[in-house]
């Protein structure tokens, strides 16, 4: 059973740090290509950053310079690293992975920014 469980998001005022991590089971992690998304109230789901299987990354224009993407694959997690954070990255971050020809989502979490 694969199962992607989020965690680390809370309430951060603006210029401040989070660190999200997903654990992952029930894949081949080190195979696999992990990504976070992030979906606002009332918009859609966007891809924020992607991780390869040789630690390769992608990010989204929008968080180019001030988030983080990186893998353990002796703990099957991924992490999320967020600096200086806006008001508009408030979202809730979901982990997620194409395994088996299948979407895989986490449950998400919740990152909120005040100003």
């Known amino acids: 059973q694969v199962r992607l469980v989020e965690s680390g998001g809370g309430l951060v005022q603006a210029g401040g740090s989070l660190r999200l991590s997903c654990r992952a089971s029930?894949?081949?992690?080190?195979?696999?290509?992990m990504n976070w998304y992030r979906q606002a109230p009332g918009k859609q789901r966007d891809l924020v950053a992607s991780?390869?299987?040789?630690?390769?990354?992608d990010y989204t224009d929008s968080v180019k310079g001030r988030f983080t993407i990186s893998r353990d694959n002796a703990w099957n997690t991924v992490f999320l690293q967020m600096n200086s954070l806006k008001v508009e990255d408030t979202a809730a971050y979901y982990c997620q992975t194409t395994y088996r020809s299948l979407n895989w989502w986490g449950q998400g979490t919740q990152v909120t920014v005040s100003s």
């Open positions: 029930g894949i081949n992690f080190k195979i696999s290509r």
């Open positions: 991780i390869n299987n040789d630690g390769s990354t």
